[in-house]
T-cell receptor
Framework: AQSVTQPDIHITVSEGASLELRCNYS??????LFWYVQSPGQGLQLLLK??????LVQGIKGFEAEFKRSQSSFNLRKPSVHWSDAAEYFC????????????FGAGTQVVVTP | DAGVIQSPRHEVTEMGQEVTLRCKPI?????LFWYRQTMMRGLELLIY????????DSGMPEDRFSAKMPNASFSTLKIQPSEPRDSAVYFC????????????FGAGSRLTVL
């Protein structure tokens, strides 16, 4: 069975500082990997995805993520955060050809301070 | 494109009442998903449809929950009778068959059962 772990429940970062959110997954092969962001009172928005190929993927809003097979990780990064990046971030894993059935992590709440 | 449309956005009801949540997926998307989000359990997949047919309903908590998709542009999630522990945000998401797991979420329906 597939599973996703986001070790950090809550992260506080200063505006302009770099951000890294951790995600570890458990799956028998290479899964499809996703990062979604949820702003208060809103639905989830896709930031980026990894299916295959280049292990460094670029997403929207200046985010990137790196797939590391050896570490079963898919960490999300942003070089310089903006106050508008305050939100909850979810890592998700899906089996290829599973029609969109995703397993989500518990989420990481990001707070941005001035 | 108006995205995935859910209604109502907020619902407050009393225990024992019937609740119906509605979803209009993105036109052309063949798969539709219902997720539930709570503080305790995070995001849980309840059921998903492909081409209007339920594929996996193993996440539906119990017989009080039912979901239908009578056509490609409409789905309902019904709870009868509702209980306080059903209080949560219910998300609908859709994906194109060619989009391999890329879900677009609606804004959610926040349900409070008193």
């Amino acid at each position: 069975a597939q599973s996703v772990t986001q070790p950090d429940i809550h992260i506080t970062v200063s505006e302009g500082a770099s951000l890294e959110l951790r995600c570890n997954y458990s799956y028998g092969a290479t899964p499809y990997l996703f990062w979604y962001v949820q702003s208060p009172g809103q639905g989830l928005q896709l930031l980026l995805k990894y299916f295959s190929g280049d292990t460094l993927v670029q997403g929207i809003k200046g985010f990137e993520a790196e797939f590391k097979r050896s570490q079963s990780s898919f960490n999300l990064r942003k070089p310089s955060v903006h106050w508008s990046d305050a939100a909850e971030y979810f890592c998700a894993v899906g089996a290829p050809n599973s029609w969109g059935k995703l397993q989500f992590g518990a989420g990481t709440q990001v707070v941005v301070t001035p | 494109d108006a995205g995935v449309i859910q209604s109502p956005r907020h619902e407050v009801t009393e225990m024992g009442q019937e609740v119906t949540l509605r979803c209009k997926p993105i036109s052309g998307h063949n798969s539709l998903f219902w997720y539930r989000q709570t503080m305790m359990r995070g995001l849980e997949l309840l059921i998903y449809f492909n081409n209007n047919v339920p594929i996996d309903d193993s996440g539906m908590p119990e017989d009080r929950f039912s979901a239908k998709m009578p056509n490609a542009s409409f789905s309902t999630l019904k709870i009868q009778p509702s209980e306080p522990r059903d209080s949560a945000v219910y998300f609908c998401a859709s994906s194109p068959s060619s989009g391999a797991n890329v879900l677009t979420f609606g804004a959610g329906s926040r349900l409070t059962v008193l």
